[in-house]
Nanobody, 125 residues
Framework: QVQLVESGGGSVQAGGSLRLSCVAS????????MGWFRQVPGKEREGVAA????????YYADSVKDRFTISRDNAQNTVFLQMSSLKPEDTAMYYC??????????????????WGQGTQVIVSS
C-alpha cells in the first residue's frame, strides 16, 4: 500500500507564506500525476494544484493561480506546494494525492486513488 505523508502546515498571518511537502513511500515515477487538495468542514474536497511527474506540467485552480506553485523532486520522492500571499479563505486541511490522471481533469478527485492524511493550514486576518 502506498503511503503519502504531508508536512509543513501551520498558522500564518494573511499575506504570509508556507511550503508544504509530500513524501511518497515509493518512486513518484510510479504515478502519472500528483496533486494537492484542500477541505474545510461542511464542504467538498477541492483540487488546488497538480503536476505531471514525468514532464513537469502543472495545473492550478483559478483561486490559487499565480499565488501557489507546485513542484517535484523525483529523486527524493517528494512533491511540494509553495504557498504565497496567503488569504484567510486558504484555511483548510491540505491533502496530498497520487494517481494516473486518465481523464484530463488534473485537479479532480477522480484522477487520484492514493491519499495522505492531511496537514492543517490556518491563515489569520
Amino acid at each position: 500500500q502506498v503511503q503519502l505523508v504531508e508536512s509543513g502546515g501551520g498558522s500564518v498571518q494573511a499575506g504570509g507564506s508556507l511550503r508544504l511537502s509530500c513524501v511518497a513511500s515509493t518512486y513518484t515515477y510510479k504515478f502519472n500525476c500528483m496533486g494537492w487538495f484542500r477541505q474545510v468542514p461542511g464542504k467538498e474536497r477541492e483540487g488546488v494544484a497538480a503536476i505531471h511527474i514525468g514532464g513537469g506540467s502543472t495545473y492550478y485552480a483559478d483561486s490559487v493561480k499565480d499565488r501557489f506553485t507546485i513542484s517535484r523532486d523525483n529523486a527524493q520522492n517528494t512533491v511540494f506546494l509553495q504557498m504565497s500571499s496567503l488569504k484567510p479563505e486558504d484555511t483548510a486541511m491540505y491533502y496530498c494525492a497520487a494517481g494516473g490522471c486518465y481523464y484530463s481533469d488534473f485537479i479532480s478527485r477522480r484522477e487520484y486513488n492514493y491519499w495522505g492524511q492531511g496537514t492543517q493550514v490556518i491563515v489569520s486576518s
